[in-house]
């Protein structure tokens, strides 16, 4: 798949595109886990879920936030990577003016970014939240919600355990328009170390029943 090159706020964003194969080719932006826990483009999950979008004929990019790989710049907190990820999506948005829809899907800190960015972009159809890290970072301004999507963790998750996560769900769920899925698998950590045909499985039905509305 083609390498690209953004121009960010810290300078060169590296990236990873895969074009649709039609012209209104829905658009997913892929977000990877903490930079200082030597989350990159590259991880196990990130990848997987760019595969899933591709799969499923959309026109998907994934990069590396600032100071990871060759994307210039140095960690900041969060604040620079969702200037990033805003850019990132600027660029695939930009590159793909027809699409159909527009998704964004993260894992762990990949996930915070990725809910932040969708505060900003009401235009957002759907997200995948894959272990979001809700008792590390204030998921609060998720109020409202401007889209529906699927939260997906793991039963045996120790750095974020699930009651964490059902807290957020649940008022969430209290927002009417929306509908959020969050389904927990048994018995996987937070990395997904042994279970990530799970992610395949639970997130591909998810997009597919999602694709299958309309909506």
Not at 13 to 28: D, F, L
Not at 33 to 52: D, E, T, Y
Request: glycine share 10%; charged share 20%; with cysteine.
């Amino acid at each position: 798949m083609p390498e690209v090159v953004l121009t960010g706020a810290a300078g060169r964003i590296e990236g990873r595109y895969t074009a649709g194969k039609i012209e209104n080719a829905p658009i997913a932006l892929i977000l990877h886990p903490h930079p200082r826990a030597g989350g990159q483009m590259n991880h196990p999950v990130a990848v997987q879920l760019f595969h899933l979008f591709m799969k499923r004929g959309f026109s998907v990019l994934r990069f590396n936030f600032r100071g990871v790989g060759r994307s210039q710049g140095e960690f900041d907190s969060g604040i620079g990577e969702l200037a990033d990820a805003a850019t990132a999506l600027d660029w695939l948005q930009a590159t793909n003016p027809a699409a159909a829809q527009c998704w964004v899907a993260g894992f762990d800190f990949g996930a915070w970014i990725g809910m932040q960015l969708l505060m900003r972009r009401p235009e957002t159809d759907g997200f995948i939240s894959v272990s979001p890290p809700t008792n590390m970072y204030d998921f609060s301004f998720l109020a409202p919600c401007p889209a529906s999507g699927l939260m997906l963790h793991g039963g045996a998750d120790t750095v974020t355990p699930p009651q964490e996560v059902e807290k957020v769900v649940s008022k969430l769920r209290t927002q009417k328009g929306i509908v959020i899925d969050y389904d927990v698998v048994d018995g996987a950590s937070h990395f997904w170390t042994e279970h990530l045909p799970e992610v395949e499985s639970r997130v591909g039905a998810y997009l597919d029943r999602r694709l299958a509305e309309g909506n």
